[in-house]
């Protein structure tokens, strides 16, 4: 067996690794071996001690994503495979229920699997490599995929920001299948039918993440009138609809996402929904200001911190939408309001929240607390798997 680079770590810095935290920055790295980009690299304590193994890039400022703390592993191909296929095999359950075709498969660091992200809808499956070890390794992935799938087509989407950090370019192509352009894939959440651009939708194409808050949100709106601001191609709406609201207005900048939202209730039965492309801060407060009032509100913005430095300018940003959200609330009625940046905290968040509603003047009580779908898991060695907060308020 071939000798691996060795990473050494600065002494005091190891304490992470001995808890399985995934990460090694370049501020903990005492010395490195040369390696390739992506390449299979061991990490020692300053004292020699062996922490991991784990796939190196000198560009990135997380400079090794650990896979094994096992001294018995090694990073090869079987045992990236068998990874994905135990991946794969944690979401059978979820897949086998009624109504359920469409599920992420792959959880990055989550999964044990740092950089890659899986996402299957219906026939279809879509793959972001986002770190240089995956992204050397991305023929691999797809064959494996290929093998236990079964797929029509598998889309690569790895054009998300976070590759340029890591010396990458951004990519987006068809490893296997239909090479058609878009290509469009149907599926079945909680038994309600859609249909995803995998090519140029938002992320990997639709939020699954939020699978169960779109039901119990959407539940909460029967008979009622709901405002969805943000509303994307139409989850929490299609769920609502479903649920006998009386009337459902959404809101979004995106006039392709408002059409393909139309099509959604179209393809459940629905009439069409009332519809407001803009932006969201102008059009809410133009709602508030024609003193419109919903039973439940909805507020599911974009990530709004993409770094530490952005927290103090997204917090303003998410003081603001609460704060007109609460105002376009009946006494009554329900906020269900989300954060999916990573950088802003559940404390944090429910600060913001709390000074949203002392500053519309009103009382409110949580009376959930709102979270990413079970497909994405939190792994404890790993607390920064845990990125998507929720509140559902009730005013009274």
Not at 147 to 152: F, G, K, N, V
Not at 185 to 212: C, P
Not at 357 to 381: K, Y
Request: net charge neutral.
């Amino acid at each position: 067996m071939a000798k691996l680079p060795i990473i050494t770590v600065k002494a005091g810095r190891e304490k992470p690794l001995k808890r399985h935290h995934p990460w090694v920055f370049s501020g903990a790295i005492e010395k490195a071996d040369r390696a390739e980009m992506g390449a299979e690299v061991e990490v020692r304590a300053a004292d020699g001690t062996y922490l991991g193994r784990g796939l190196y890039n000198a560009q990135s400022q997380i400079q090794v994503r650990m896979f094994s703390f096992d001294q018995k592993e090694r990073i090869d191909d079987a045992f990236v495979s068998a990874k994905i296929k135990a991946s794969i095999a944690r979401r059978a359950p979820l897949l086998a229920r009624p109504g359920q075709n469409a599920a992420r498969l792959v959880m990055s660091e989550a999964d044990q699997l740092p950089g890659l992200i899986v996402d299957r809808y219906g026939d279809a499956v879509v793959v972001q490599a986002l770190t240089a070890g995956i992204d050397k390794r991305i023929d691999l992935v797809a064959r494996v995929l290929k093998e236990e799938l079964a797929p029509r087509v598998i889309v690569e989407r790895s054009d998300d920001a976070v590759r340029e950090l890591e010396g990458l370019e951004r990519r987006q192509r068809v490893l296997h299948g239909d090479d058609a352009s878009p290509v469009v894939a149907r599926f079945s959440e909680n038994g309600h039918q859609f249909s995803v651009d995998l090519i140029g939708g938002h992320k990997t194409g639709y939020y699954l993440d939020q699978r169960e808050n779109h039901a119990r949100v959407g539940a909460l709106a029967a008979g009622g009138r709901m405002l969805d601001a943000f509303c994307y191609t139409g989850g929490f709406t299609v769920h609502a609809a479903a649920a006998g609201a009386s009337e459902i207005l959404c809101l979004d900048q995106s006039a392709p996402a408002l059409a393909r939202l139309q099509e959604h209730l179209e393809a459940n039965g629905r009439p069409p929904a009332r519809t407001i492309e803009g932006d969201a801060f102008q059009e809410l407060r133009k709602l508030r200001d024609a003193g419109e009032r919903f039973d439940v509100v909805v507020l599911d913005p974009p990530k709004f911190a993409a770094s530490a430095a952005q927290v103090d300018q997204a917090a303003r940003g998410y003081k603001d939408i609460n704060l007109l959200g609460f105002k376009l609330a009946k006494p009554g009625g329900y906020v269900a309001t989300f954060s999916c940046s990573g950088h802003i905290s559940a404390d944090l968040f429910q600060k913001i929240v709390f000074g949203a509603a002392s500053d519309a003047g009103v009382e409110a009580q949580i009376v959930g607390q709102l979270t990413q779908a079970d497909d994405h898991p939190v792994l404890l060695s790993f607390p920064e798997s845990l990125y998507l907060k929720g509140l559902l308020c009730r005013v009274i």
